[in-house]
T-cell receptor, first 113, second 112 residues
Framework: GAVVSQHPSWVICKSGTSVKIECRSL??????MFWYRQFPKQSLMLMAT?????????EQGVEKDKFLINHASLTLSTLTVTSAHPEDSSFYIC?????????FGPGTRLLVL | GQQLNQSPQSMFIQEGEDVSMNCTSS?????WLWYKQDPGEGPVLLIA?????ELTSNGRLTAQFGITRKDSFLNISASIPSDVGIYFC????????????FGKGITLSVRP
């Protein structure tokens, strides 16, 4: 079946630093990937849609200069949280579409101290 | 924006019981999906529904796409302890490359 991986699975960083999270589709090509954020006991909130070779589309209220997305290949999208602050601490999850179904990665837990 | 309604927030059942979860929307979706999320993991797709009225099964799970395209239900039969988790419904307007709108999820607890 389709597998999506994320790296790292968890990260702790100091306030003000930048953190990069990778999302890979391991056995299929994904022209479209999605980035979500999930706070404790809440649902997944879509942050942005990442299209290979073009600029990401951000949801309302998501700062594109703070959450940089790069989808350089059909199997890799990256999310960089720039100048992270404690309120950015969350569970970040990506999904990748094979054209029929969206498959989710295992998530990355970010803790900003 | 669009929202999917799932309630109650939590459900508690006895092992072996059946449970049904409903998901409603004020607007139409062309695809309905049900996901299960375990703590600290990403959601896993359980069932995808593509046609209004469609009834689909996956083992002990059965889901239906409402004929109005504004609702869906998921039924779990003969529950077991590993059914514990958060169940999310999600809707899509167009194809698989379009964004998903998620419900708030229902936390299911199964008493042995």
């Amino acid at each position: 079946g389709a597998v999506v991986s994320q790296h790292p699975s968890w990260v702790i960083c100091k306030s003000g630093t930048s953190v990069k999270i990778e999302c890979r589709s391991l056995d299929f090509q994904a022209t479209t990937m999605f980035w979500y954020r999930q706070f404790p006991k809440q649902s997944l909130m879509l942050m942005a849609t990442s299209n290979e070779g073009s600029k990401a589309t951000y949801e309302q209220g998501v700062e594109k200069d703070k959450f940089l997305i790069n989808h350089a290949s059909l199997t890799l999208s990256t999310l960089t949280v720039t100048s992270a602050h404690p309120e950015d601490s969350s569970f970040y999850i990506c999904s990748a579409s094979d054209g029929e179904t969206q498959y989710f990665g295992p998530g990355t837990r970010l803790l900003v101290l | 924006g669009q929202q999917l309604n799932q309630s109650p927030q939590s459900m508690f059942i006895q092992e072996g019981e059946d449970v049904s979860m409903n998901c409603t929307s004020s607007s139409i979706f062309n695809t309905w999906l049900w996901y299960k999320q375990d703590p600290g993991e990403g959601p896993v797709l359980l069932i995808a529904l593509y046609k209004a009225g469609e009834l689909t099964s996956n083992g002990r799970l059965t889901a239906q796409f409402g004929i109005t395209r504004k609702d869906s239900f998921l039924n779990i039969s003969a529950s077991i302890p590993s059914d514990v988790g958060i169940y999310f419904c999600a809707g899509q307007i167009t194809g698989a490359n379009s964004k998903l709108t998620f419900g708030k999820g229902i936390t299911l607890s199964v008493r042995p």
